[in-house]
């Protein structure tokens, strides 16, 4: 059974183009979770999908990012006019339900370089 | 609202070192309890996880006891190795807060050969 794939796991962008990148979750999994990570900080929640539906998307900033988790296909988190700023570790992480026993499994992340 | 506080690192151990990482936490409700390990270049993995009070959650020789009347989820390993040089971080699932798990900061972890 395939764990969550996230593709680019590295990704290079100038400053003013667009970036995406895509997780598939683990078989069964039916929801998706997004995180950043800057170096040397802990774990930042961005959004939180479940298929054709944004649940909560609090940590997401307001301007340039949005999320999509289609009937088909990958999760997409986009990323539009990036700035160094946006420079980190995205990580994607699946479950299968939400109750509150469940542990989460993380890809292995796209690392994105703003140049 | 909830939160997990985690000990600042970076610990810097010897090999066969006895290892604590402190993990305490803040919840509404009666939350399942997590340690996620991060090794370079990767994402997080699942280390162990304890679910209702005085469980003690085990894996790859590091325990972790579910203590309620602390409010706390301390890592532990008798004897570490280089290869246990790592990120680690404590988290929380809620049941009477948000379905959106908690995560400390994360500790890291140097071992020394």
């Known amino acids: 059974n395939a764990g969550v794939m996230q593709n680019p796991r590295h990704l290079v962008r100038r400053r003013g183009q667009e970036a995406r990148l895509r997780c598939s979750p683990m078989k069964g999994h039916s929801h998706v979770y997004w995180y950043r990570q800057l170096p040397e900080e802990g774990l930042k929640f961005m959004v939180y999908l479940q298929k054709e539906n944004i649940i909560d998307e609090s940590g997401m900033p307001k301007e340039r990012f949005s999320a999509e988790f289609p009937k088909e296909g990958p999760s997409i988190l986009r990323i539009q006019q990036v700035v160094r700023g946006d420079s980190a570790a995205y990580f994607c992480?699946?479950?299968?339900?939400?109750?509150?026993?469940?542990?989460?499994?993380f890809g292995p992340g796209t690392r994105l370089t703003v140049l | 609202g909830d939160s997990v506080t985690q000990m600042e690192g970076p610990v810097t151990l010897s090999e066969e070192a006895f290892l604590t990482i402190n993990c305490t936490y803040t919840?509404?409700?009666?939350?399942?309890l997590f340690w996620y390990v991060q090794y370079p270049g990767e994402g997080l993995q699942l280390l162990l996880k304890?679910?209702?009070?005085?469980d003690k959650g085990s894996n790859k020789g590091f325990e972790a006891t579910y203590r309620k009347e602390t409010t706390s989820f301390h890592l532990e390993k008798g004897s570490v190795q280089v290869s246990d040089s790592a990120v680690y971080f404590c988290?929380?699932?809620?049941?009477?807060?948000?379905?959106?798990?908690?995560f400390g900061r994360g500790t890291s972890l140097i071992v020394h050969p």
């Open positions: 919840a509404t409700g009666y939350p399942s």
């Open positions: 988290a929380l699932s809620d049941p009477g807060g948000s379905y959106i798990p908690t």
């Open positions: 992480a699946s479950s299968p339900g939400t109750d509150f026993y469940n542990e989460q499994f």
């Open positions: 304890a679910t209702k009070a005085d």
